[in-house]
Structures are given as structure tokens and as C-alpha cells.
């Protein structure tokens, strides 16, 4: 269906596209960015230009980890985020990809390498490099099991686009105070898709408690480990998103930032410099938090929830 709509210079994009999604080896960037001088976390001697960017760079990441084989389910996916943004930038990265970016990117950042290179567990890389490639990039970042249901450049205003850095979706609100058991919080933000410019002290701030964390855990000899997906929630996924935010959105505004100023979002809510999406635009069609069917007026993408049924599974057994 989509083919006939498209343009034969939009389909020669497109082949491109796919033709880059299967060699699973290189950084292919359709139309890359001009990359910025952004790349300075944790380092203050550096300019910066935060702040200063009034649009989100028109670009799609996506990340395939592992180097395995990628699957016709996900092709057929990724193939709508470039579909439905001509214009926009697309790369995917691989396990090998995601490495030589990290040393492009932040040269005089040898403890990310390093940690990167201790890193046993994908699913903890995979984390990681979106938080890396929001920070020194920008654009959006969406998982393999994403697909895009209404083009970027709608998804929000100009004036809205200007006053922010940073778009994130609400994955679930309990709507009270209730904990829920297996996520250990009332209400938590998707790290499935995550909006930024480049530099965002958001995205700063995520990526920095993120390091610290993976710091933290990598207590084996052979490296960095996650034992439990408990674990993999609270160092890198988005338990710890949800509350790196909070804080630093905490501490933008100077007022305290808790779950509960994520609950009962009806319309796109903005927080410091944060617009926080209600539910049903990044994670419509569950059956709890008020999340809308799929389908529904608002939804901007549709999340498949692939990962609960492979990686989540391989820590069950
Ligand atoms: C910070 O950036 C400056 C300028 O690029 C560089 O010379 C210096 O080595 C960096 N410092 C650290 C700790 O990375
Ligand atoms: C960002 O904007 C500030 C104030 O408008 C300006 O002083 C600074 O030079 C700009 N930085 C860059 C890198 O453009
Ligand atoms: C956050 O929530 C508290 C109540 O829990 C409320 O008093 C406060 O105004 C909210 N702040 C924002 C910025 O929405």
C-alpha cells in the first residue's frame, strides 16, 4: 500500500534505506546532519551550543543489537518511519556501528568507551546508545518494535517545538498512588521513543545517571552485567529515565517533580523545558492507565511490545 504512494525518487530513498537496514554493518545516514559541536557532557570548558537549536533535528535512530539477523517484522516497521518523514535523516545502528559512533561523538569521553566495551548484556547497550545518540545528536529515538502512525513534522506545534528540548510519552499511570508491583512505580515514562535536541541537560542528565549506574553494577570481572530485569529497569531502562527526569526537571524548575505530576495528562503538558505526551500518542491500546484503542485520533506511533516477548523473556528462564 505504501508504494503507491510513493514518489520514484521517495522510493529510491527508500530502497536505500532497506538496503542499509540489511547490511547490519555500516552508519548509513540518508540525509545526515550536520553534525555540531555538541559533544560536551561533563565537561564545562567546552561552548555549547544548548539551547540555542528552535527545532528538533530531523532525524530518525533506531538500534539493532546483537548483530544478528534482522527479521521481516522489523524491517517492515522501520521502513514507515522513513516512509512517512521524507526528509528526515535514518540511520540504524548496530552493536559494531553504535561502538564507532561512540568514539566519534565523544572523543574525550574514554570512560564511555570503556564502560560501552564492559557492557555484556544488549539490552543494557541498547539503552545506552540512545541516550548517547539523543545527547550528541538529536532527533528522534524509536525501538525496532515501533512503528510510525503520523509524520514527525505534525507531531508537535513551532512554538511548542521552540520552548522545549525534550518529548516524552507517559507508558503507564496507575492514577493514584498505588505502585505498580512489577514496575515499582506509580507512573513511568516510554524509553521506547524519546524526542531531544542535541544537548538537551535532560538528556545530559539521563546519560550521565545512566553511566553511573552501569559504573555501579559492573562488579564481575568479566564486566558489566544485569542479573535481573529488575536490574536492567533500574540501571539503564526506564524506571531510571522516568526518575533522571523528574529530578532534573526538578531541578530546572526549582519546584519538586514527582509521579504524580505524570498522572491523569490529558493534553501534552509542559514541564521546564520537558513536553510531556498524555498516554495514548506513544502507547495507545493497553488495557490500563486510560491508554485509548489503537487507531485512536491521538496516536502519533504504535508500539508493538516485541521486547516483553524476547528480551524480557530471556530473563525468565
Ligand atoms: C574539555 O574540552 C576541552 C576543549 O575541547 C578539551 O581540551 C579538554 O581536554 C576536555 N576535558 C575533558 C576532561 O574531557
Ligand atoms: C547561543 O545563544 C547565546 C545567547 O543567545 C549566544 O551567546 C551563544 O553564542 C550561542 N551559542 C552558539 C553555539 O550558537
Ligand atoms: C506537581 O504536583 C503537585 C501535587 O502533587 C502540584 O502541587 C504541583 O503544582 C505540580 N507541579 C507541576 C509543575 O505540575
Same mark, same amino acid.
Given at each position: 500500500?505504501?508504494m503507491?504512494r510513493?514518489? $520514484?525518487?521517495? &522510493? @529510491?530513498?527508500?530502497l536505500?534505506? !532497506?538496503?542499509?537496514l540489511?547490511?547490519?554493518?555500516?552508519?548509513?545516514g540518508?540525509h545526515p546532519?550536520? &553534525?555540531?559541536?555538541?559533544y560536551y557532557?561533563?565537561?564545562? @570548558? $567546552? *561552548?555549547?551550543? =544548548? /539551547?540555542?537549536?528552535?527545532?528538533?533535528?530531523?532525524?530518525?535512530w533506531?538500534?539493532?543489537q546483537g548483530?544478528?539477523q534482522?527479521e521481516?517484522?522489523p524491517l517492515? !516497521?522501520?521502513?514507515?518511519w #522513513?516512509e512517512?518523514n *521524507?526528509?528526515?535523516?535514518?540511520?540504524?545502528?548496530?552493536?559494531?556501528?553504535? $561502538?564507532?559512533?561512540?568514539?566519534k561523538?565523544?572523543?574525550?569521553?574514554?570512560?564511555?568507551?570503556?564502560i560501552?566495551?564492559?557492557?555484556?548484556?544488549? =539490552?543494557?547497550?541498547?539503552?545506552l546508545i540512545?541516550?548517547l545518540?539523543?545527547?550528541?545528536?538529536? /532527533? !528522534?529515538y524509536t525501538?525496532?518494535?515501533?512503528?510510525?502512525?503520523?509524520?514527525?513534522?505534525?507531531?508537535?506545534?513551532?512554538e511548542?517545538?521552540?520552548?522545549?528540548d525534550? #518529548?516524552v /510519552?507517559?507508558?503507564?499511570?496507575?492514577?493514584?498512588?498505588?505502585? $505498580?508491583?512489577?514496575?515499582d512505580?506509580?507512573?513511568?515514562?516510554?524509553s521506547?521513543?524519546?524526542?531531544?535536541?542535541p544537548?538537551s541537560?535532560?538528556?545530559q542528565h539521563?546519560?550521565?545517571t545512566?553511566?553511573?549506574r552501569?559504573?555501579?553494577l559492573?562488579?564481575t570481572?568479566a /564486566?558489566?552485567?544485569? *542479573?535481573s530485569?529488575?536490574d536492567?529497569?533500574r540501571?539503564?531502562?526506564? &524506571?531510571?529515565?522516568?526518575?533522571?527526569l523528574?529530578? @532534573?526537571?526538578s531541578?530546572q =524548575?526549582?519546584?519538586?517533580?514527582?509521579?504524580?505530576?505524570?498522572s491523569?495528562?490529558?493534553?501534552p503538558? #509542559?514541564?521546564g523545558?520537558v513536553? =510531556?505526551? *498524555?498516554i495514548?500518542l506513544?502507547?495507545?491500546?493497553?488495557?490500563?492507565?486510560?491508554?485509548?484503542?489503537?487507531?485512536?485520533?491521538?496516536q502519533?506511533?504504535?508500539?508493538?511490545?516485541?521486547?516483553f516477548?524476547t528480551?524480557?523473556?530471556?530473563?525468565?528462564?
Amino acid at each position: 500500500m505504501w508504494m503507491n504512494r510513493t514518489s $520514484r525518487s521517495r &522510493r @529510491s530513498i527508500l530502497l536505500l534505506a !532497506l538496503a542499509s537496514l540489511l547490511s547490519l554493518t555500516l552508519i548509513v545516514g540518508l540525509h545526515p546532519c550536520q &553534525r555540531k559541536d555538541v559533544y560536551y557532557i561533563a565537561n564545562e @570548558s $567546552r *561552548p555549547s551550543s =544548548i /539551547g540555542n537549536d528552535t527545532v528538533f533535528p530531523h532525524k530518525v535512530w533506531q538500534t539493532w543489537q546483537g548483530n544478528k539477523q534482522l527479521e521481516d517484522e522489523p524491517l517492515r !516497521l522501520a521502513r514507515t518511519w #522513513v516512509e512517512m518523514n *521524507p526528509g528526515y535523516g535514518y540511520e540504524l545502528l548496530t552493536d559494531d556501528s553504535a $561502538r564507532s559512533y561512540i568514539t566519534k561523538t565523544f572523543p574525550y569521553r574514554a570512560d564511555i568507551l570503556q564502560i560501552w566495551d564492559r557492557t555484556l548484556d544488549y =539490552i543494557l547497550r541498547a539503552d545506552l546508545i540512545r541516550y548517547l545518540v539523543l545527547l550528541g545528536d538529536g /532527533g !528522534l529515538y524509536t525501538d525496532m518494535d515501533t512503528d510510525c502512525t503520523r509524520p514527525i513534522s505534525e507531531w508537535l506545534s513551532d512554538e511548542k517545538a521552540k520552548a522545549v528540548d525534550l #518529548v516524552v /510519552g507517559i507508558e503507564f499511570d496507575t492514577r493514584s498512588d498505588d505502585v $505498580r508491583a512489577d514496575m515499582d512505580a506509580a507512573a513511568q515514562l516510554c524509553s521506547w521513543s524519546i524526542m531531544a535536541k542535541p544537548g538537551s541537560r535532560h538528556i545530559q542528565h539521563v546519560t550521565d545517571t545512566v553511566l553511573a549506574r552501569l559504573q555501579e553494577l559492573g562488579n564481575t570481572p568479566a /564486566g558489566i552485567h544485569a *542479573p535481573s530485569i529488575d536490574d536492567v529497569l533500574r540501571t539503564t531502562g526506564p &524506571r531510571v529515565f522516568t526518575n533522571a527526569l523528574l529530578s @532534573s526537571m526538578s531541578k530546572q =524548575i526549582v519546584v519538586p517533580i514527582t509521579t504524580r505530576n505524570l498522572s491523569y495528562i490529558e493534553e501534552p503538558k #509542559v514541564i521546564g523545558s520537558v513536553s =510531556i505526551l *498524555p498516554i495514548s500518542l506513544f502507547a495507545s491500546g493497553q488495557e490500563h492507565s486510560a491508554s485509548k484503542p489503537w487507531g485512536n485520533e491521538q496516536q502519533l506511533l504504535s508500539h508493538h511490545w516485541s521486547g516483553f516477548h524476547t528480551w524480557k523473556v530471556d530473563y525468565d528462564h
